[in-house]
């Protein structure tokens, strides 16, 4: 079963359990306003101290305090006037400013540049202490630091546990591993490398 504060989600009315929810697709998508507006999607009525917070902690406040109107500033629909990694970091903000129980994150740090995904993982293991964190990744340096991997090979579970202990004991997460990073970067000695 899957529970959620010790509550059955079976068991929990549908409407309250996505409230709960903070969801990021891999394409984050956005809607005609403005930047508070589309951060603020989940609750209109949320105070511009949350708004702010989430655009801290999603690594997005740079760039919307450098645009003349800031949180004013224009979004079109779909967020074509901002840049790929603009948009992705205005969909994680919309889904921290709701303070959910459960963030989900679809493969929604792909778009980001490696910097700003480690500032963000970094931001979030801070602020979002509160909350159960899944993250979707292909990228190795994303999810390394994660309490529990889980690795996928076409659809079945060929390895589950640590960064450290999947590198020991599951070789498909290994060859990802080693094609992505550096041994130095995995934390492995030359010695351990195959």
Known sequence: SVTVDGVDVRRMDLKELRSLIGY???????????????????DPDLPDERIERAAR?????????????????PISQGGTNVSGGQRQRLAIAR???????????????????????????????????GSAVVIVAQRVATIMHADQIIVLD??????????????????????????QLSSAELGLDEGEVR
């Open 24 to 42: 990021v697709p891999q394409k984050g998508m956005l809607f005609s306003g403005d930047i508070a507006s589309n951060i603020a999607y989940g």
């Open 57 to 73: 902690i999603a690594q997005a406040a740079d760039f919307i305090e450098e645009k003349p109107e800031g949180y004013a500033s």
């Open 154 to 179: 076409d659809g079945r579970v060929v390895g589950q546990g640590t960064h450290n202990e999947l590198l020991r004991t599951c070789d498909a997460y290994r060859e990802i591993a080693m094609s």
């Open 95 to 129: 889904a921290l400013a709701i303070d959910p129980k459960i963030l989900v994150f679809d493969d929604s740090f792909s778009a980001l540049d490696y910097k700003t995904d480690s500032e963000l993982r970094a931001a979030l293991a801070r602020e979002a202490r």
